[in-house]
């Protein structure tokens, strides 16, 4: 399978900071794997409330000290004032990230439901505004050298800074049509928002549909589609339980019966390799895995989909 005419055939990873010196340990071997597929981006997700902020950092920081590779960091809305928001921000931009995921975010476990739990950010629509008035702030216009004239220099706009937001293809949870879902993206990307990932959808056509649909709406940032290789039906329902998709009962069954943990982790592997081939040929622009720290089972679908060179791979 190659890559179809006229497509980019990029593709990016995301990770989750170690909980564990053990999950440390693991999550490092693997990263050794994923930068040597040369991957567009990596984007390393962070709690909400400061769950996560140093191990998040720390893996971020190791992708700018020991890679080429492009680092996503993962910001919400929940429970941050804008001062905490901006300094946190700022920490970021100075440890050399310039790529963001902006994010709302979701209620922490046991909020009640109308309950405040954002803070002062209400939207992830404002805090892509608060990522570029923070990077603008910090760094407002550079000189460069102009060719051909020794010594003299040119003003131009600081580092620009890359934000993309989350894309619901079957719905935002929370939202109350599809309508909603399109003109929330569109805001966004009105905010200042650049690319769009989506959530995890079981379906080709539930992702091109959406990205159609998109387009009508005025949404011109490229819209990556997220997926995962589900390894087993406990971890297919516990992804259900998280983002309210609905049920992929063909692939369950799938699991179900495939018997061994073995065998499971090919029906996932080949269930996401056939969707990620399916969209590329439908026109997706690239793709982006959830890896869930682990480095085998998403490269299998790159190899499947013809965008892994094995040469690029670590002995």
Same mark, same amino acid.
């Given at each position: ?15 989750? *900071? *170690? ?10 071997? +693997?990263?050794?794997?994923? @930068? ?15 769950? !996560? ?17 492009? !680092? ?35 209620? *922490? @476990? ?41 010594? +003299? ?11 993309? @937001? ?8 929370? !939202? ?21 990932? !989506? ?49 992929? @009962? ?66």
């Amino acid at each position: 399978m190659s890559v179809p005419s006229g497509l980019p055939g990029t593709f990016s990873f995301e990770l989750y *900071p *170690p909980r564990t010196p053990g999950s440390e340990v693991a999550l490092y071997k +693997a990263l050794d794997f994923l @930068v040597a597929a040369r991957p567009e981006f990596v984007s390393v997700t962070y709690g909400a409330n400061g769950s !996560s902020r140093e191990p998040s950092l720390a893996v971020l920081r190791r992708l700018l000290a020991n890679t080429g590779v492009q !680092s996503m960091a993962h910001l919400t809305c929940v429970g941050s004032s804008y001062a905490e928001a901006s300094r946190l921000i700022r920490e970021f931009l100075d440890a050399g990230v310039t790529s963001f995921l902006a994010l709302r975010g979701d209620p *922490p @476990v046991g909020a009640v439901e109308g309950e405040n739990f954002l803070g002062d950010i209400r939207s992830a629509g404002e805090l892509v505004q608060l990522i570029h008035r923070v990077q603008q702030e910090r760094a407002p216009f550079s000189q460069r050298a102009i060719p051909g004239f020794p010594g +003299a220099r040119r003003l131009s706009s600081g580092e620009k800074v890359t934000i993309a @937001v989350a894309a619901f293809p079957n719905g935002h949870p929370r !939202s109350r049509s599809i309508e909603q879902d399109l003109d929330t993206l569109l805001a966004k990307e009105a905010a200042g928002a650049n690319l769009a990932i !989506s959530q995890l959808f079981f379906h080709a056509d539930e992702y091109l549909r959406f990205v159609d649909q998109a387009r009508a709406a005025g949404v011109t940032m490229r819209i990556l589609p997220g997926i995962m290789p589900v390894l087993s039906p406990q971890r297919l329902r516990r992804i259900l339980e998280l983002t309210d998709e609905p049920m992929p @009962v063909e692939l369950l069954h799938a699991l179900e019966s495939a018997g061994s943990p073995e065998a499971q982790a090919t029906v996932g592997i080949d269930h996401a390799t056939a969707l990620a081939r399916e969209l590329l040929d439908g026109g997706a622009r690239g793709l982006h895995l959830y890896t869930f720290n682990q480095h085998e089972p998403v490269l299998a679908v790159l190899r499947g989909v013809g965008l892994l060179d094995r040469q690029k791979e670590p002995a």
